[in-house]
């Protein structure tokens, strides 16, 4: 669905931010070793996303389009005015601030990286402070970082057992830990050419967990054209393309399945309840529908053949299970 793809540039800003935000916390950090290593991490993951962007540019038809992140605050805010001028819609702009919001560093890069398993954000109440920083450089009212975080927190609850707080009329009630969405370089490995065509290795292992981990897909595995680079805030979900290549991976984890689902969710509450667009969505809805169809029968494909892709079909059955309880939630908020 188009209003979820964003373009090479966009992704550029989208990882930009990521970067500063991860700056921000080693600024915060006290412990020296774990200053250096978070240092160290954030160089590995800038080269892995900058690789990943290089492999989403077509070589033969685009010139002229930079895949380096911008590590000059002040030439970041540039670029996002100068988006902000050409993109009437400000939908984008809330899909970079989810993205980043829920962002969460030091994950996994590949082989090589256990040194990093311990780490983690020093004060996330600073953290958040330089998020509403951020979602003012993108004209974004601050408050929406925190309404970001708890919504989100809800809806990974609400689609794992099928409770809708909303209809019960207790929305922020329920404390909960969010579900990361986790990949071995095994499986990035597998889905590399799907997800960061032409490389190849470790490279295109280090490049598919920094863009997964930063809330990117690519866009080109799924059959979205018109120039998108990859698609984010749970877009990938829409639609019938996402029985192929979203199929392949949610049938390695399902817990891509419900974060994504859970990053639609937050979308749609802003759609409906700030926005005020009932007919996104309404087609919003109708593509979670497609999606579902498309993925059932990608799962029909593979129990042509159960004891071979018993693990895919297992994971693939609970994926199908998140979706269903996602689509109910988003039907339900559509109705209120």
């Known amino acids: 669905m188009k209003e979820f793809g964003l373009?090479?540039?966009?992704t550029r800003i989208m990882f930009s931010y990521q970067y500063h935000l991860v700056l921000a916390d080693i600024e915060c950090e006290?412990?020296?070793?774990?200053?250096?290593?978070?240092r160290k991490w954030l160089s590995k993951w800038k080269d892995s996303t900058e690789l990943f962007l290089k492999s989403q540019i077509d070589q033969d038809t685009v010139t002229n389009i930079s895949f380096h992140l911008l590590t000059d605050f002040d030439q970041l805010k540039k670029s996002v005015k100068e988006l902000t001028v050409v993109k009437a819609n400000k939908l984008t702009l809330y899909l970079v601030l989810l993205e980043l919001t829920?962002?969460?560093?030091?994950?996994?890069?590949?082989?090589n990286?256990?040194?990093f398993k311990d780490l983690r954000i020093y004060?996330?109440?600073?953290?958040?402070?330089?998020?509403?920083?951020?979602?003012?450089?993108?004209?974004?009212d601050p408050d929406v970082v925190g309404r970001f975080q708890s919504n989100y927190k809800e809806a990974i609850e609400g689609i794992k057992g099928g409770f809708n707080p909303w209809i019960l009329g207790v929305v922020g009630a329920v404390l909960l830990v969010v579900v990361a969405a986790f990949f071995t370089p095994a499986i990035a490995a597998l889905l590399a050419p799907i997800l960061a065509p032409g490389l190849s290795g470790a490279a295109a292992v280090s490049a598919v967990l920094a863009a997964?981990?930063?809330?990117a897909i690519a866009a080109g595995g799924f059959g979205m054209a018109g120039g998108f680079a990859v698609i984010v805030a749970g877009g990938a979900i829409l639609g019938a393309g996402a029985g192929v290549g979203v199929g392949n991976l949610f049938a390695q984890s399902p817990d891509m399945a419900l974060t994504q689902a859970a990053k639609l969710e937050v979308i749609m509450k802003e759609i409906v309840y700030i926005q005020k667009d009932i007919r996104l969505a309404q087609e919003i809805i109708k593509e979670q529908r497609q999606a579902i169809r498309s993925l059932e029968d990608k799962l029909d494909e593979l129990s042509r053949n159960h004891d071979k892709?018993?693990?895919?079909?297992?994971?693939?059955?609970?994926?199908?299970?998140?979706?269903?309880?996602?689509?109910?939630?988003?039907?339900?908020?559509?109705?209120?």
Not at 212 to 215: A, E, N, R, S, T
């Open 102 to 111: 829920l962002f969460k560093p030091y994950y996994s890069l590949g082989d």
């Open 212 to 215: 997964l981990g930063g809330g």
């Open 113 to 115: 990286t256990e040194v």
């Open 309 to 336: 892709n018993n693990k895919e079909i297992e994971n693939l059955e609970k994926s199908i299970e998140f979706l269903r309880n996602a689509l109910k939630r988003n039907q339900d908020l559509s109705n209120q």
């Open 7 to 10: 373009t090479l540039e966009e």
């Open 30 to 38: 006290t412990n020296l070793d774990k200053k250096s290593l978070k």
């Open 123 to 140: 004060d996330e109440e600073k953290l958040k402070k330089k998020l509403r920083f951020f979602a003012k450089t993108l004209d974004i």
